[in-house]
């Protein structure tokens, strides 16, 4: 098995499926769960647990639950909201930004080829990934990165790129457009905290992960079983130690879902941006409480802030650090039967402060 086959089953066992997620509130919801977490363990190659265990969830009670009363709880005191000026207001057309002490990546597509500086991790597995002329009206590049998931032929692409040292907080915003006929996706733009720091992504699918290994969450579009046109409506996808248990008794992904949902609208370029604050742990070493749950996660799109939820305790070791970006579309059989679903993604930051979107500039 190479080395790419490889990464394209630890995605497959990583993300399984959307399908068992819980919806909940991470400012009101109970912890009961947390004693039964399974310690996380790095994933066979053959990947397989993911998909076959993935089925368990589909038919939960949970599943198809709505998130009113989360999201209520949520967004309490946090309508959407103007948002103050970021990092890219100080940078127009992006020019420059990289070189932001707060800056800790940028990628805007236009060299042609993948710094693997920048990226560690590539999962192009079919010709999955290419660059495409098409870019968001206030970028100051011309061309942006195509993900094209054929299914049969691929689930998609990635690049992944892990921080060394991670940080405490994470901003990272990212231009996304949808195909015409882009179907739903599987999986979606995700965040990561893991001890230690490979430079890969590793897996976890159906697995509470322990309070000093892993949290995770991907910013994504869900279709609730089609209760959303595609691709869906915005969701976190959340992984960590005090995350809820799913009717089959695994741990598949918790949402976190704004009272108001926003589906994309295909055709058009969006800045979409997400952020995760880690928790205060105490001093000595205490597994953080209701009181210490400073943790938090928040999305924009457009510059606006649509998604902010709080009272999350995603860590009981300090030494765990926010240290991974994941871009990619996955996009598998799962949830569309569309034979080719397109997503093109451009002018890429990723900051430790709010960044927010392009300001444009004479090109
Ligand atoms: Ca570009």
Redesign the pocket.
């Known amino acids: 098995m190479t080395r790419s086959m490889r990464m394209v089953a630890l995605v497959a066992a990583a993300l399984a499926v959307a399908a068992g997620a819980l919806l909940v509130a991470g400012a009101s919801m109970g912890y009961a769960a947390a004693d039964a977490c399974i310690p996380l363990t790095l994933p066979s190659p053959a990947g397989g647990e993911g998909t076959e265990t993935a089925g368990a969830g589909e038919g939960t009670e949970t599943a198809g639950g709505t998130s009113a009363k989360a999201s209520t709880e949520a967004q309490a005191g946090t309508p959407a909201e103007a948002q103050a000026e970021g990092i890219a207001a100080r940078y127009p057309g992006d020019r420059g930004i990289a070189a932001d002490p707060r800056v800790l990546l940028h990628e ?3 060299a042609g080829d993948f710094d693997r500086k920048k990226w560690q991790d590539i999962s192009n597995q079919s010709g999955a990934l290419s660059f495409s002329p098409e ?1 968001p009206a206030a ?1 100051a ?4 990165l195509l993900v094209t998931a054929t299914l049969g032929k691929n689930t998609g692409g990635h690049l992944f790129r892990r921080f060394k040292p991670g940080v405490e907080r994470m901003h990272a915003r990212f231009y996304v457009r949808f195909a015409e006929d882009c179907d739903y996706v599987h999986h979606f733009v995700h965040i990561v905290a893991e001890n230690p720091p490979v430079a890969w992504p590793t897996g976890g699918a159906g697995e509470c992960p322990a309070g000093d290994r892993k949290f995770s969450t991907g910013l994504e579009p869900a279709g609730h079983y089609r209760k959303f046109p595609p691709p869906g409506a915005w969701n976190f996808y959340t992984y960590w130690h005090q995350m809820k248990r799913s009717g089959d008794g695994k741990y598949w992904g918790n949402s976190f879902a704004p009272e108001t949902p926003h589906v994309p609208e295909r055709g058009r370029w969006y800045a979409m941006e997400m952020m995760v604050q880690a928790n205060t742990v105490g001093p000595d070493g205490s597994v953080p409480n209701k009181d210490q749950a400073d943790g938090r996660q928040a999305f924009w799109i457009d510059g606006v802030k649509v998604g902010d939820f709080g009272g999350i305790a995603w860590r009981t070791a300090a030494d765990l650090k926010i240290n991974a970006f994941w871009l990619m579309s996955y996009i598998t059989d799962r949830w569309t039967k569309h034979p080719v679903n397109r997503v093109w993604f ?2 890429v930051v990723v900051a430790t402060e709010y960044i927010g979107p392009i300001r444009p500039s004479q090109k």
Do not use: R
């Open positions: 805007d597509f236009e870019h970028s590049g011309k061309q942006s451009d002018d």
